[in-house]
């Protein structure tokens, strides 16, 4: 009976998909077959060469001094929350609309996360955060989402003046920046993902901690690799969640190519601020360069419609596919114990939110096709 329940359901063709990973591997198959096999052929298969490369990459990148590639981004923010020194008696701020990792992450620490609202943007909304700050309070998680990053600035001050470790959740928002800082770069550590999915994707799970804190970064070295200083000796227990050499060396080839993705990305999402603007239905994400502070990665897409159920089943019968993130609010999931949390924007979000096509791999005729068929269904709405 478990089997039937999650047995893999055969998958359709769309003529719009949400993601393409073949139609990328074979753009770039010579660059990551040759990679591979330079990995094997020298038998370079943990904590090698390519993971430091790739830990040296990603620092540069965000704008800071140290880099720790782990298994994940849940891992990520679970070594991050430890490492600050989050436990039991503890209570993390953060959201409800995220993926479930982020609070789980808090739970498995042994501290009680703090549910706050989020805003239009779908982040955090910050002026609730001082009201939700008791004795207990050790750490604020903002989760930077669809690739826009939180409103930093007033998060920032906020936990100056209370003395509290800031954890970005910035899973989706790589590149992203606020008044010119990228997402990551601003709290004690910012948490990176690169499920396939991801706008830098890897082959499989992959996530990297970045930090300008030496002793921080030292730490989750340690908590990746069992706790061991040297083959050796041992610092204490930790856990097996080292980034693999392979899954690096892929992530390093396609880094190269990071900048011209997250342009392509924000071209689409012009295409279609362009295309569906002047439907009042529909809520719209600000197009590129609607705001100085703000340089979104576009990881989704993220409209809303009232009549959002109605909007996905007819686009799906059109052939283009469509995400829901997350139709059940977490604090929803009874088994969670979480349902004390009172959410209004966010029980309003997960009834009305749908994530459109939006990756490199696109063509514009295929964002077109789904501006028509999106037009189509509120034309035939009013009729």
Known sequence: MLFELWQVKPVMAYKVPFVDFPKQYRTLEQELLAAIKDVLTHGDLILREE????????ANFVGVRYAVGVNSCTDAMYFSLLAAGVGPGDEVITVAHTFVATVADIVHCGATPILVD??????MNVDLVEAAITPRTKAIMPVHLNGRVCDMEKLMKIASQHNLVVIEDAAQALGA????????????TGCFSFYPAKS?????DAGIVVTN?????DKIRLYRDHG???????AGFGFNSRLDNLQAAILNVKFKHLPRWIERRRELAKLYHQGLSDLPELKLPPPPQSDDRYFDVYQNYVVRSQERDKLVAHLRESGIEILISWPKPMHHQKALGLNHFHLPRTEQISR?????????????????????????????REV
Do not use: C, W
């Open 51 to 58: 993971v430091r490369r790739f830990e040296h990459n990603m």
């Open 118 to 123: 989020v805003g239009d943007d779908y982040n």
């Open 177 to 188: 920046t606020f008044d010119g800082t990228k997402a990551g770069s601003f709290g004690t």
């Open 200 to 204: 830098l994707g890897a082959a499989g």
């Open 213 to 217: 804190s030496r002793e921080i970064a």
């Open 228 to 234: 061991r200083q040297t083959k050796d000796d041992l």
């Open 352 to 380: 009305e939110v749908l994530s459109l096509p939006l990756i490199p791999e696109i063509g514009n005729e295929q964002v077109e096709y789904v501006i028509e068929r999106i037009g189509n269904f509120f034309v035939k």
